[in-house]
């Protein structure tokens, strides 16, 4: 496994698999990786010849005040696991290689990218679209692989790689949990002990709801979300940000009677941590 902190590097290291009839995998990162990364990696590796994970911490998707400088960069510990996991290449550009002065150029996905996660983090999806932008012109994936744990990122990329015709496959993965069924997350390393005791309650309440459509208990949007809120609200030191049930396809959120296929999403804080996850209902 090799390192790469170039672009020139790493787009010849891309242009010679391509000649040689390879094709090739991207699990984009921002480091700190934890199973649910591994889970994308093992998949990507099952499926192509070559295997890059970049991991790359996007100044680009942060606000002014979030935790782009806090957030964790434990490189060797992550170079050891996908090297363990049998990945090929690690880009891992600086950031002045990514943006070099004078940098003026954004891909934004419109509409898509301003409600729910994009309404609370002005600006974050269009950081989020120009680097993966940059990152597939620079590893020129066959596919590229996602989690569903970012339901909106990844709803975002999909459109972005169609309406610009990259041509690569995006292929979005179930998100992983803990024994107690919360969300796989970098940001899950902030939590105070109680807060993690605490947070496994966001998973369970979405779950609660998803039970209650299955066994026909309720279509009612507006029953569903009141319980949900009062369920998550009861959670001590979690402030709700947003719950919505949507459509997957297009994230129109859904009014009065559920439709399926829906999704439940929900953003909160608990203490300074920001938490985001979702359950699907089919
Ligand atoms: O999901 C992430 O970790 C990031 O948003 C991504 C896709 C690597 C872009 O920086």
Same mark, same amino acid.
């Given at each position: ?33 934890? !199973? &649910?990364?591994?889970?994308?990696? /093992?998949?990507?590796? $099952? =499926? ?8 790359? *911490? ?26 363990? !996991? &049998?990945?090929?290449?690690?880009? /891992?550009?600086?950031? $002045? =290689? ?8 954004? *891909? ?40 569903e744990k970012d339901f909106q990122q990844l709803t975002i990329v999909k459109k972005m790689a169609s309406d610009l015709n990259f041509p690569v496959k995006i292929v979005p993965c179930p998100t992983l949990r803990e024994k107690d069924g919360l969300a796989m997350s970098s ?96």
């Open positions: 496994m090799k390192i790469i902190r170039t672009v020139s590097g790493m787009q010849n290291i891309a242009r010679a698999a391509h000649k040689n009839g390879k094709t090739i995998g991207l699990v984009p990162t921002m480091g700190a990786l934890h !199973a &649910g990364h591994l889970s994308l990696v /093992n998949r990507a590796r $099952k =499926e192509n010849d070559v295997v890059i994970v970049s991991i790359f *911490v996007n100044p680009k998707q942060f606000g002014p005040n979030e935790d782009y400088l806090r957030y964790p960069r434990p490189l060797k510990k992550d170079s050891a696991a996908c090297r363990k !996991a &049998g990945v090929d290449f690690i880009f /891992n550009p600086s950031v $002045k =290689e990514m943006y070099p002065e004078g940098f003026l150029t954004w *891909v934004k996905v419109e509409k898509l990218s301003d409600f729910f996660c994009g309404k609370h983090r002005p600006g974050h999806f269009r950081g989020v679209t120009t680097v993966v932008a940059k990152l597939f012109n620079i590893t020129q994936p066959d596919r590229a692989y996602f989690g940001r899950n390393s902030y939590l105070k002990p109680e807060e993690r005791k605490a947070a496994k309650n966001i998973h369970l309440s979405l779950a609660g709801a998803k039970r209650k459509v299955k066994k026909k208990k309720t279509k009612s949007i507006e029953e569903l979300l009141a319980e949900l809120e009062k369920n998550l609200q009861s959670t001590p030191g979690l402030v709700n940000q947003y719950i919505n049930i949507i459509k997957p396809k297009t994230l129109e959120e859904q009014k009065h009677h559920i439709q399926l296929p829906a999704r439940i999403i929900y953003a909160g804080h608990l203490g300074k941590t920001r938490l985001i996850d979702n359950i699907e209902i089919k």
